[in-house]
């Protein structure tokens, strides 16, 4: 018999109890969809967390009081002006803060090559804002230099940026972002700019309305924020402590290790640090992608895996069945073996219909997959991994080879004789 007729034969067999080849072909489907889906969840959970930390760029810095834990922070520090550290320095105990002076030395172009621009920044909590009756808890409200939007990356939608005018004149001025200017005044929130809100009782002119960002980050509502210079703040909401931070805006993001050692340096030199543990903590979002890239991608392997498990048990559920489908059909094998037929023409036919089970379940599954792995969920995209298909498809492919030679081979080993006899 020539491959032809013995396809002819295995598509015959398949098809004679389509109820049975449609169940045992389910257990396939449901592993191969299973893994594309999940792998598709893994990757786009993975792309949604970069793109959302990528806004907080890949060649900035943010420095804040106090020594590093060791803890992985998923988003930029807090930054709280009512933060107060204290850090041993082996002789005495000082209260572990940065200054406006800290944030003016690391503008030294010899001491800091790498270091593009630097924003002092304070913050101020609980500020509400309230504008015509309409009144909204503000999550941030930054008190900054106009270089702040540049290292954030950030841009005004509505209106204008705040300038060095602003800044040096103690302009109660601010930027808002589009959640605060939604709350108070609805629609797009550009009908905020030009007008008076009050920040905590006082009185800021809305001046732009910043670009959106976002609210799916792990740092939470990236939108709902305010920001204003950093003397008027000083003067209205926070008075002339420390710094809650200083935001540092690398000159390339290869330059992102060498400028936090220039600026380990510096600082660890103006708060005489010497050998001891730095009273400060350089926080980089590299590394925050890094470690987002690492976990995202061992949780995508091991939804992979669990997938997986369940195309194992499809390929038991073929052999299951095929083995069956000896037992039933000894006969038609010992007639078949009686008029000519030879080993490899029987082994050839039963491990065809494994592998045409295995492979209609394969393709039914990788269409449910990747329709399913194309939706959004949970608030984000989910991504199907070309890979994940091919794999899938290959994987079934080797079950039914796999699982199918053993039924194959044990009716290919079946006597004529002892076949034909049987019931």
Do not use: C, W
């Not at 106090?66 to 807090?78: E, K, S």
């Not at 094998?333 to 592998?355: C, N």
């Amino acid at each position: 018999m020539n491959l032809v007729q013995i396809l002819q034969f295995a598509v015959r067999g398949v098809a004679a109890n389509k109820l049975r080849s449609a169940l045992t072909m389910s257990g396939i489907i449901i592993g191969v969809a299973s893994v594309i889906i999940l792998v598709a969840v893994g990757t786009g959970a993975s792309a949604a967390a970069t793109e959302s930390l990528s806004s907080l760029g890949s060649n900035t810095l943010t420095i804040t009081p106090g020594a590093d834990d060791g803890a992985i922070q998923f988003g930029p520090p807090a930054e709280s002006a009512e933060t107060d550290p204290e850090t041993d320095s082996g002789t005495d105990v000082r209260a572990a803060q940065l200054t406006l002076q800290d944030a003016e030395a690391l503008l030294d172009p010899e001491l800091a090559p790498d270091v593009a621009s630097v924003a002092p920044v304070v913050t101020a909590n609980g500020v509400t804002a309230t504008y015509r009756g309409e009144s909204h808890q503000v999550a941030s409200m930054v008190g900054s230099t106009p270089s702040y939007l540049v290292i954030s990356d950030d841009t005004v939608q509505a209106g204008a940026a705040l300038t060095e005018t602003d800044h040096t004149a103690r302009t109660r001025a601010a930027l808002v972002g589009v959640t605060v200017a939604r709350n108070l005044v609805g629609g797009d929130g550009s009908a905020l700019v030009g007008e008076v809100v009050q920040l905590s009782g006082v009185s800021y002119q809305v001046v732009g309305v910043l670009t959106e960002k976002g609210s799916d980050g792990p740092g939470g509502d990236q939108d709902d924020r305010v920001v204003a210079p950093l003397t008027a703040v000083q003067d209205t909401l926070t008075g002339y402590g420390p710094l809650s931070s200083i935001s540092v805006k690398v000159s390339a993001p290869e330059a992102v290790d060498a400028a936090t050692a220039q600026v380990t340096a510096i600082l660890g030199t103006r708060h005489r640090i010497g050998t001891g543990t730095p009273d400060f903590t350089i926080f980089s979002a590299t590394q925050i992608l890094e470690a987002v890239g690492e976990i995202t991608g061992l949780l995508t392997v091991m939804l992979g895996a669990i997938a997986g498990i369940s195309l194992v048990v499809g390929g038991i559920g073929v052999m299951n069945i095929m083995l069956v489908t000896v037992t039933e059909r000894t006969r038609e094998i010992g007639i078949r073996k009686a008029v000519g037929a030879q080993r490899s023409d029987v082994v050839g036919q039963f491990l065809l219909e494994a592998v045409i089970l295995s492979i209609s379940g394969g393709l039914i599954g990788i269409a449910i997959g990747v329709a399913v792995g194309s939706l959004e969920v949970a608030g984000f995209q989910l991504i199907v991994a070309p890979a994940s298909v091919v794999l899938a498809f290959v994987v079934s492919v080797a079950i039914g080879l796999f699982f199918g030679i053993y039924p194959a081979n044990k009716a290919a080993k079946l006597r004529p004789i002892d076949a034909l006899r049987h019931e």
